[in-house]
């Protein structure tokens, strides 16, 4: 799958109180991205 392009749907959560980020969370389909790399096998 070496540099072939891929796509998924999902959230990122960024915490920033005062300015400084203390946390980043993702959130999508890990079986959705997983069918994609399985594919381009």
């Known amino acids: 799958m070496r540099g072939a392009p891929f ?5 990122s959560v960024i915490e ?3 300015g400084a980020i203390t946390g980043f ?10 069918l994609q790399l ?3 096998a």
């Not at 999508?28 to 991205?33: A, E, I, K």
Request: no cysteine; aromatic share 14%; glycine share 10%.
């Open 7 to 11: 796509s998924y749907h999902g959230v």
């Open 16 to 18: 920033h109180p005062a």
């Open 25 to 34: 969370r993702a959130y999508f389909d890990p079986r959705s991205l997983g």
């Open 38 to 40: 399985e594919h381009a």
